[in-house]
């Protein structure tokens, strides 16, 4: 089982973050001079995306859809580009209180004492499709689940709303067409025990690092390469360091509306519904403009010069089939991945 993130996290890292977090003044501001009843609140929301990626507008979709929902009683200030640090750090800020929101990776806070269920979703081809995956992630088991999960580290999932990309293989040297072309690469992936494990059982070379770092650690050959989707990889500009790409859709994930636990108790019955309702809104503006940026990506892969491969699949799936079980009721319930890819594949 993983430690709690904050015992592993050094003292440098959460000072970092609350630093950077803290920078931008108090996170929920009370109304000055208005009655009680017109009392105008703000909350942060964060990603570490881009400025102008899928995301951003679904962000800035957000804040319109909550002002409007609430009258403008509840406002919304967007921070993109990790301004309000890396993914640890707005983990801690949320679970502290000092940041009220985050749009990431919709498992996220799985490295937590507490969340690991949620490393369910990244057992590789557990879900058949993107939106199966959003329509199983926002069920009434999961809700219960994030609900339970809120409870234990304090980070409230308010919905896993917003279609990804699929992962695929970005790398330096390729082209990936079978697991074994893998073999021995170094690739960055995300902090996760059950994505570590199945790209070790195809014999890659794990290095986990920040979002923020990939970039200079692939032109430097720290690592030979990624495994995000186009949604996060175009936008930053791995296709300049890292010319090749397979297809291997071995993660279908989603985008997660987070929010502190803190900051959802102090928000009324109405104000909580209005959240959650935009959410889902502006889910949309994710889903819709990354399956344009999926279209539009294969083109500026082809204008950089880089290799585009669709690979055997079902090679990948089968020599990654067996990682995720040593984790089967340990981080979740024994039989969880059997009944999840039953409702998803039919």
Same mark, same amino acid.
């Given at each position: 089982? @993983?430690?709690?993130?904050?015992?592993?996290?050094?003292?440098?890292?959460?000072?970092?973050?609350? @630093?950077?977090?803290?920078?931008?003044?108090?996170?929920?501001?009370?109304?000055?001079?208005?009655?009680?009843?017109?009392?105008?609140?703000?909350?942060?929301?964060?990603?570490?995306?881009?400025?102008?990626?899928?995301?951003?507008?679904?962000?800035?979709?957000?804040?319109?859809?909550?002002?409007?929902?609430?009258?403008?009683?509840?406002?919304?200030?967007?921070?993109?580009?990790?301004?309000?640090?890396?993914?640890?750090?707005?983990?801690?800020?949320?679970?502290?209180?000092?940041?009220?929101?985050?749009?990431?990776?919709?498992?996220?806070?799985?490295?937590?004492?507490?969340?690991?269920?949620?490393?369910?979703?990244?057992?590789?081809?557990?879900?058949?499709?993107?939106?199966?995956?959003?329509?199983?992630?926002?069920?009434?088991?999961?809700?219960?689940?994030?609900?339970?999960?809120?409870?234990?580290?304090?980070?409230?999932?308010?919905?896993?709303?917003?279609?990804?990309?699929?992962?695929?293989?970005?790398?330096?040297?390729?082209?990936?067409?079978?697991?074994?072309?893998?073999?021995?690469?170094?690739?960055?992936?995300?902090?996760?025990?059950?994505?570590?494990?199945?790209?070790?059982?195809?014999?890659?070379?794990?290095?986990?690092?920040?979002?923020?770092?990939?970039?200079?650690?692939?032109?430097?050959?720290?690592?030979?390469?990624?495994?995000?989707?186009?949604?996060?990889?175009?936008?930053?500009?791995?296709?300049?360091?890292?010319?090749?790409?397979?297809?291997?859709?071995?993660?279908?994930?989603?985008?997660?509306?987070?929010?502190?636990?803190?900051?959802?108790?102090?928000?009324?019955?109405?104000?909580?519904?209005?959240?959650?309702?935009?959410?889902?809104?502006?889910?949309?503006?994710?889903?819709?403009?990354?399956?344009?940026?999926?279209?539009?990506?294969?083109?500026?892969?082809?204008?950089?010069?880089?290799?585009?491969?669709?690979?055997?699949?079902?090679?990948?799936?089968?020599?990654?089939?067996?990682?995720?079980?040593?984790?089967?009721?340990?981080?979740?319930?024994?039989?969880?991945?059997? @009944?999840?890819?039953?409702?998803?594949?039919?």
């Amino acid at each position: 089982m @993983r430690k709690d993130t904050s015992s592993r996290q050094s003292s440098r890292s959460v000072i970092l973050g609350r @630093r950077g977090l803290i920078a931008g003044g108090a996170t929920f501001v009370m109304g000055k001079g208005r009655p009680a009843r017109a009392q105008s609140r703000t909350v942060r929301i964060a990603s570490i995306a881009m400025t102008n990626s899928p995301w951003h507008f679904a962000m800035n979709k957000f804040r319109d859809e909550v002002a409007q929902r609430t009258n403008g009683t509840l406002k919304v200030q967007v921070f993109m580009d990790g301004q309000l640090g890396d993914m640890s750090q707005m983990t801690s800020g949320l679970q502290l209180g000092v940041l009220d929101m985050a749009y990431i990776g919709a498992t996220t806070p799985q490295t937590l004492k507490g969340a690991e269920t949620l490393s369910i979703c990244y057992v590789p081809y557990i879900f058949s499709s993107v939106a199966s995956a959003e329509e199983i992630c926002n069920n009434e088991e999961f809700m219960a689940l994030y609900d339970k999960i809120a409870k234990a580290v304090g980070i409230r999932t308010v919905g896993a709303w917003g279609q990804r990309s699929a992962r695929a293989f970005n790398t330096s040297r390729g082209p990936i067409v079978t697991p074994a072309d893998a073999k021995g690469l170094r690739l960055r992936i995300p902090l996760s025990d059950v994505v570590e494990a199945s790209f070790q059982a195809i014999g890659v070379q794990v290095v986990p690092m920040g979002m923020l770092e990939i970039y200079t650690a692939i032109s430097r050959g720290t690592v030979d390469g990624q495994d995000n989707g186009f949604d996060l990889s175009v936008p930053a500009h791995f296709y300049e360091v890292a010319k090749y790409w397979s297809a291997t859709d071995h993660i279908f994930e989603l985008v997660g509306w987070f929010i502190s636990e803190r900051t959802w108790q102090k928000l009324g019955t109405e104000e909580q519904a209005a959240v959650s309702a935009a959410a889902k809104e502006a889910g949309k503006v994710t889903t819709e403009l990354t399956k344009k940026l999926d279209a539009d990506s294969l083109e500026i892969l082809k204008a950089n010069h880089c290799t585009y491969t669709i690979p055997e699949r079902d090679k990948f799936r089968e020599a990654m089939a067996n990682a995720h079980k040593k984790f089967d009721g340990v981080y979740w319930p024994a039989g969880m991945v059997e @009944r999840i890819r039953k409702l998803s594949y039919g």
